[in-house]
């Protein structure tokens, strides 16, 4: 096998996100052939000995890919003072499965666990502008106003928040059901963008990541992705390829021109009338 970053071997062996697997490296958890690995540090695990943690890298796990519709009163990470339920407790399978994104413990709906790091990577990472669509009902009925604000983004800790597609599913006497589709994910977003426009948010279930769609999975209730969501859902993760820039004809022509400096040709006035008064 040819040699590739250390942190991509081990995600894909079931250590983490490639962004968790590249803070072990930073930790001096991990060591190839008996010296402390750094990042950037390419490897061949059929040819070289990694450890981590004082152990001997464990053989790839099969890639496993879970889907749960999280209750409310759920947190998504584990909990280590053993006071909350955990999600990952709601799905009897064993193996080390980690959340892809998370969902506070006020929110419920599509949550996916999986031990591909390389997936969870790029369906997380802010760079590939992944979308995540929740419905949400907020207090009161928001104006246009109020709603086009929340499209363009306001600023919260000195950041303005990503434009945003916020469309109304429907109004009640007291409330306001939402659908928003976000391509970024900080901590409590939603409700404090909700607040600060002064429609405090009652409720968020995420119901899609990416293409892949919560549907009728009753609340509490866990599957396993099928072989054609688990398609979808790679094929967009693809790198998409940039369209080379075309030149036209003239400009082309134009360049070309200005190459070439024939004599007595495309000279200025300024250096021939130099010319003269030095002869």
């Known amino acids: 096998m040819a040699k590739e970053r250390l942190q991509k071997i081990l995600a894909r062996a079931g250590y983490g996100s490639r962004r968790s697997c590249e803070e072990m490296i930073e930790q001096k958890r991990v060591s190839v052939n008996g010296e402390l690995a750094t990042l950037g540090l390419k490897a061949d695990p059929d040819e070289d000995e990694i450890w981590v943690d004082g152990s ?26 053993g006071e909350k339920d955990a999600a990952r407790e709601m799905i009897p399978l064993p193996g080390h499965l980690y959340p892809v994104g998370r969902l506070d413990v006020a929110s419920e709906g599509l949550m996916l666990f999986t031990n591909d790091g390389d997936l969870a990577h790029k369906l997380t990472h802010p760079r590939f502008e992944h979308t995540k669509t ?16 929340w499209r363009r983004g306001i600023t919260l800790d000195g950041e303005k928040t990503l434009p ?58 866990w599957r396993i992705l099928t072989e054609d969501e688990l398609k979808l859902l790679k094929s967009v993760l693809r790198p998409k390829r940039r369209p080379a820039k075309k030149t036209s004809k003239h400009a082309a022509a134009q360049r070309g021109k200005s190459s070439r400096s024939p004599s007595g040709r495309g000279r200025s006035k300024s250096s021939t009338s130099k010319k003269r008064r030095s002869t």
């Open 134 to 149: 929740y419905h949400v009902l907020v207090e009161g009925n928001p104006s246009e106003k109020a709603l086009a604000t």
């Open 164 to 221: 945003a597609r916020v469309e109304v599913m429907r109004r009640e006497r007291d409330g306001t059901w939402l659908e928003i589709v976000m391509r970024e994910g900080r901590k409590r977003q939603i409700r404090r963008v909700g607040s600060a426009l002064g429609h405090p948010v009652w409720a968020i279930n995420r119901v899609k990541i990416g293409p892949l769609e919560l549907g009728d999975l009753p609340t509490g209730a």
């Open 56 to 81: 001997r890298l464990r053989p790839p796990e099969p890639m496993v890919y879970v889907m749960l519709n999280k209750p409310k009163g759920v947190i998504s990470d584990e909990d280590v003072a």
